[in-house]
């Protein structure tokens, strides 16, 4: 799904923050003028070798591009490390450099995460309803904060539709 409205969301991608994996907080306001790739995780899942493109994808788009992953076990339990695990899992099969959230709960409800509740609710992002539909969501935020796509998990990072997004988001 792709927004390509110019809607300012009612609050700020850039209010929002996260705590990584190993404690520390990160604002995204430190995210500005950089794109944003957020994808819920599972280090159990068909999908989970879109670890090694997600980490491609990254390692090619540095200067423009940010990637946060959000592990979560809220479909059929593949994601039942801790913090901790799931870590050691991400470098050691994947050489994982971007940043790792604690594991989080993605889908709607009392639980849900505060970036996964602006990224699923128009309400908050302008546009968009789409929750999670399985591991490996793809959310893309442009440079502005806007939320601009929603791509399936089946939708490989590096397929052309998610670069030309990226490159459209980033400029």
């Known amino acids: 799904m792709e927004h390509d409205k110019n809607i300012v969301p009612t609050i700020s991608f850039y209010n929002l923050s996260a705590t990584l994996n190993h404690g520390q907080q990160l604002a995204f306001e430190t995210f500005r003028n ?3 790739l957020i994808v819920n995780t599972a280090s159990d899942c068909g999908y989970t070798n879109q670890y090694t493109e997600l980490q491609k994808l990254y390692e090619e ?5 940010i990637v946060l992953a959000f592990p979560s076990n809220d479909f059929k339990n ?3 490390g801790n913090d901790e695990d799931i870590a ?5 099969n994947f050489g994982i450099s971007f940043p790792i959230a604690k594991k989080a709960v993605v889908v709607k409800g009392q639980e849900q995460h505060k970036v996964f509740e602006w990224l699923s609710y128009k309400e908050l992002n302008g546009w968009n309803e789409q929750e999670p539909s399985w591991n490996f969501a793809k959310y893309l935020i442009n440079k502005k904060g806007q939320l601009t796509h929603y791509f399936d998990p089946a ?3 590096l397929s052309q539709d998610v670069i030309r997004a990226i490159k459209n988001g980033s400029h």
């Open 34 to 36: 950089k794109a944003v």
């Open 61 to 65: 788009n540095k200067q423009t591009l």
């Open 78 to 80: 593949q994601e039942r």
């Open 88 to 92: 050691k899992f991400c470098q050691r």
């Open 155 to 157: 939708v490989s990072p």
